[in-house]
């Protein structure tokens, strides 16, 4: 648990110090006024203070209300329904009454984990994917109130009276059954505040089951309260713009029904949103067999099991606005802009030394922390009329070019805007064939130095095209098309095999340091017995490498760029991928997954004496790998 001043006071039952935040209605009042919500729901309250921060279309649902002593101001539509709520959500559609899905849920006052399960679900199918649930009343601070009947007695004689039963255990079941939620707590006096967003509003009630069953094995004893609340880890209300800009719903006002979504957001009068889509969550076929050595905190059910969330894909017009770094845009508000979503003026860009090493940035800012603010004056190196920002994080990454930059290209043809300037840090030629390949001869690309700001007075921004390199139907057509024109262009030759696999050998004698295979050499050897074609891909031109994973049926390599070249495989390709550790095997798995290859993965082996952080020298599981291989291999037909 990270917050010092949660003690625990009583060694024999559970008991924590109270909960040192501010009051709960203040905090989600000011909550509410921060995200700015379209739409507003709550459940379960008696008192209409938290309703009166929301300006937009309301609804209240509890028998308890009253709104005699404070009326609430105009809005345009208000909702009361004096009724428990399963009843609301049986009888009444939410969705009908607000005119547009729901951006922001308050459950005040459940008591117990069934209500609040079967509320939670019904919400989160009337929400929008990025909306914001915050759920009162669900961290007992000792035994006696996490009860399910009301406490005759109490640890504090000042809490007498607190009650919130085992509504807490509905959190516990949430965090088990549903591990696609970002669910965080803040220490909001008197009994906490969960927040909970990336929902998924087509999961249906399949999960509930298992949460129920689950909430049913908890027990409110010592060592059962302690577990939730460690496992909780509560932040204090202190850190709640922090624990804002992690959850994903701030600053996505203008992202959240595109049936509603205006062109000129009057509000945001430095943007203009061209274009915005819901991408619908997916189901992840799993892979056909995962062998090796895991490290102990891997997820083995839910990587089974996985999920695509939800997401947005937009075009940003941005107007005025200076580029930095590799993709961060700041309009003359001081709104950041990016390729994956977009912040109120004034909030933290980056934080810490990585970003802004890793990004280039060079927005002023203090040793550990970037700001921006208008009252700045960076000067740009020079002025752009136009461009389109392809740019990504890691422009230096072949890997990055083919899932990142290459499907922006087709937001820009499906909104007709195929002949602005291309705006790209294509400085090395493999960069401007990769684009002239895509976009054709004719595109205009202007790359910009990202250690210098370049100013634009219209940029448009594409958002990436899809979640986690999970490809979409679209963008795999446009491989497609590429795979068929380099094949054509390109004549078959003693390059060309079914049997495939891309060695980082040379790379590993120029970077020793960096991910090198120790005994690469060996697995070299035993593949070229089998008649693999051993290919390494930073030695042949961009089409000759498409033409070589579309000629191949079985891919074997190690993680790496270079496997990301099985974009332009067959469908049906059979893939082999090698993970020294399983870092990005989710990223990995999507790839292959989405263009319906046949994968499997043989995970380990990775040096943890290594001090370097992530790309750590390893050795091959020779044996492993090779039993894999000639299984697929006499797969093949």
Same mark, same amino acid.
């Given at each position: 648990m990270n917050i010092e001043h949660l003690n625990k006071i009583d060694t024999r039952t559970f008991a924590i110090s109270d909960l040192k935040g501010r009051h709960y209605i203040e905090v989600i009042s000011d909550i509410i006024k921060i995200i700015a919500p379209n739409s507003y729901l709550e459940i379960g309250g008696s008192d209409i203070d938290i309703a009166a921060a929301a300006d937009c279309p309301t609804i209240l649902v509890g028998p308890a209300y009253s709104c005699s002593d404070k009326p609430l101001t105009p809005r345009p539509i208000l909702g009361l329904y004096r009724i428990k709520p399963d009843l609301f959500f049986s009888s009444y559609c939410a969705n009908a009454v607000l005119g547009r899905k729901v951006d922001v849920s308050v459950v005040r006052d459940l008591h117990y984990h069934e209500d609040l399960l079967g509320i939670f679900a019904a919400i989160e199918k009337a929400s929008v994917p990025n909306a914001l649930v915050i759920l009162h009343n669900c961290i007992p601070v000792e035994s006696a109130i996490a009860d399910r009947s009301p406490p005759h007695t109490v640890e504090a004689p000042h809490r007498a009276g607190w009650w919130v039963g085992d509504a807490w255990k509905a959190v516990a079941a949430l965090r088990h059954a549903r591990p696609d939620l970002r669910i965080s707590a803040l220490d909001a006096n008197p009994s906490g505040l969960v927040l909970i967003t990336n929902l998924n509003p087509a999961k249906g009630e399949d999960w509930t089951d298992n949460a129920r069953d689950y909430a049913s094995t908890l027990a409110g004893d010592r060592d059962g309260l302690s577990r939730y609340i460690d496992d909780l880890a509560i932040e204090p209300v202190a850190h709640l713009q922090g624990v804002l800009d992690r959850g994903l719903y701030l600053g996505h006002r203008f992202f959240a029904e595109p049936a509603v979504l205006p062109r000129d957001v009057s509000d945001f009068n430095d943007v203009v949103i061209l274009s915005e889509f819901q991408v619908p969550a997916e189901r992840r076929p799993p892979p056909d067999f995962i062998e090796g050595h895991f490290v102990s905190d891997f997820d083995f059910d839910g990587f089974l099991n996985r999920n695509i969330p939800p997401h947005a894909r937009y075009l940003i017009d941005a107007r005025d606005s200076i580029l930095f770094g590799e993709r961060a845009v700041v309009t003359p508000a001081g709104r950041l802009i990016t390729d994956v979503g977009a912040t109120p003026p004034f909030t933290k860009i980056f934080e810490g030394r990585f970003h802004f090493d890793f990004e280039h940035m060079s927005i002023p800012g203090s040793e550990n922390q970037i700001y921006w603010s208008p009252s700045i004056d960076t000067p740009a190196s020079s002025r752009e009329s136009e461009g389109a920002l392809l740019s990504s994080s890691e422009h230096w990454n072949y890997g990055a070019w083919l899932l990142r930059i290459i499907p922006k290209i087709l937001i820009l043809r499906e909104l007709e805007f195929a002949n602005i300037p291309i705006i790209a840090p294509a400085i090395d030629d493999w960069q401007k064939n990769i684009i002239y390949y895509t976009a054709g001869r004719d595109a205009k690309v202007i790359t910009h130095d990202r250690m210098t700001p370049l100013h634009f007075d219209r940029l448009l921004v594409p958002s990436q095209r899809f979640h986690a390199f999970y490809i979409d139907e679209e963008t795999k057509k446009l491989y497609d098309s590429m795979a068929e024109r380099a094949t054509a262009a390109w004549p078959l030759s003693n390059l060309v095999s079914r049997l495939v696999y891309v060695s980082r050998f040379s790379q590993g004698l120029?970077?020793?340091?960096?991910?090198?295979?120790?005994?690469?050499?060996?697995? =070299?050897?035993?593949?070229?017995? +089998?008649?693999?074609?051993?290919?390494?891909p930073e030695k042949h031109s961009f089409e000759e490498q498409i033409a070589i994973f579309r000629h191949a049926r079985l891919?074997?390599?190690?993680?790496?760029a270079g496997?990301?070249?099985?974009?332009?495989?067959?469908?049906?390709?059979? =893939?082999?991928?090698?993970?020294? +550790?399983?870092?990005w095997i989710e990223q990995h798995a999507n790839i292959y997954a989405s263009m319906q290859h046949r994968y499997g993965f043989v995970v380990g082996g990775s040096d943890l004496s290594d001090d370097t952080p992530v790309q750590k020298r390893w050795v091959a599981d020779i044996p492993t790998i090779m039993a894999c291989v000639e299984r697929m291999v006499d797969g093949l037909t």
């Amino acid at each position: 648990m990270n917050i010092e001043h949660l003690n625990k006071i009583d060694t024999r039952t559970f008991a924590i110090s109270d909960l040192k935040g501010r009051h709960y209605i203040e905090v989600i009042s000011d909550i509410i006024k921060i995200i700015a919500p379209n739409s507003y729901l709550e459940i379960g309250g008696s008192d209409i203070d938290i309703a009166a921060a929301a300006d937009c279309p309301t609804i209240l649902v509890g028998p308890a209300y009253s709104c005699s002593d404070k009326p609430l101001t105009p809005r345009p539509i208000l909702g009361l329904y004096r009724i428990k709520p399963d009843l609301f959500f049986s009888s009444y559609c939410a969705n009908a009454v607000l005119g547009r899905k729901v951006d922001v849920s308050v459950v005040r006052d459940l008591h117990y984990h069934e209500d609040l399960l079967g509320i939670f679900a019904a919400i989160e199918k009337a929400s929008v994917p990025n909306a914001l649930v915050i759920l009162h009343n669900c961290i007992p601070v000792e035994s006696a109130i996490a009860d399910r009947s009301p406490p005759h007695t109490v640890e504090a004689p000042h809490r007498a009276g607190w009650w919130v039963g085992d509504a807490w255990k509905a959190v516990a079941a949430l965090r088990h059954a549903r591990p696609d939620l970002r669910i965080s707590a803040l220490d909001a006096n008197p009994s906490g505040l969960v927040l909970i967003t990336n929902l998924n509003p087509a999961k249906g009630e399949d999960w509930t089951d298992n949460a129920r069953d689950y909430a049913s094995t908890l027990a409110g004893d010592r060592d059962g309260l302690s577990r939730y609340i460690d496992d909780l880890a509560i932040e204090p209300v202190a850190h709640l713009q922090g624990v804002l800009d992690r959850g994903l719903y701030l600053g996505h006002r203008f992202f959240a029904e595109p049936a509603v979504l205006p062109r000129d957001v009057s509000d945001f009068n430095d943007v203009v949103i061209l274009s915005e889509f819901q991408v619908p969550a997916e189901r992840r076929p799993p892979p056909d067999f995962i062998e090796g050595h895991f490290v102990s905190d891997f997820d083995f059910d839910g990587f089974l099991n996985r999920n695509i969330p939800p997401h947005a894909r937009y075009l940003i017009d941005a107007r005025d606005s200076i580029l930095f770094g590799e993709r961060a845009v700041v309009t003359p508000a001081g709104r950041l802009i990016t390729d994956v979503g977009a912040t109120p003026p004034f909030t933290k860009i980056f934080e810490g030394r990585f970003h802004f090493d890793f990004e280039h940035m060079s927005i002023p800012g203090s040793e550990n922390q970037i700001y921006w603010s208008p009252s700045i004056d960076t000067p740009a190196s020079s002025r752009e009329s136009e461009g389109a920002l392809l740019s990504s994080s890691e422009h230096w990454n072949y890997g990055a070019w083919l899932l990142r930059i290459i499907p922006k290209i087709l937001i820009l043809r499906e909104l007709e805007f195929a002949n602005i300037p291309i705006i790209a840090p294509a400085i090395d030629d493999w960069q401007k064939n990769i684009i002239y390949y895509t976009a054709g001869r004719d595109a205009k690309v202007i790359t910009h130095d990202r250690m210098t700001p370049l100013h634009f007075d219209r940029l448009l921004v594409p958002s990436q095209r899809f979640h986690a390199f999970y490809i979409d139907e679209e963008t795999k057509k446009l491989y497609d098309s590429m795979a068929e024109r380099a094949t054509a262009a390109w004549p078959l030759s003693n390059l060309v095999s079914r049997l495939v696999y891309v060695s980082r050998f040379s790379q590993g004698l120029t970077r020793p340091n960096y991910r090198r295979c120790l005994n690469e050499q060996q697995l =070299i050897d035993r593949l070229a017995e +089998l008649g693999f074609l051993i290919f390494e891909p930073e030695k042949h031109s961009f089409e000759e490498q498409i033409a070589i994973f579309r000629h191949a049926r079985l891919v074997v390599g190690a993680s790496g760029a270079g496997m990301f070249n099985t974009v332009f495989c067959q469908p049906g390709t059979s =893939i082999l991928a090698i993970e020294p +550790l399983p870092i990005w095997i989710e990223q990995h798995a999507n790839i292959y997954a989405s263009m319906q290859h046949r994968y499997g993965f043989v995970v380990g082996g990775s040096d943890l004496s290594d001090d370097t952080p992530v790309q750590k020298r390893w050795v091959a599981d020779i044996p492993t790998i090779m039993a894999c291989v000639e299984r697929m291999v006499d797969g093949l037909t």
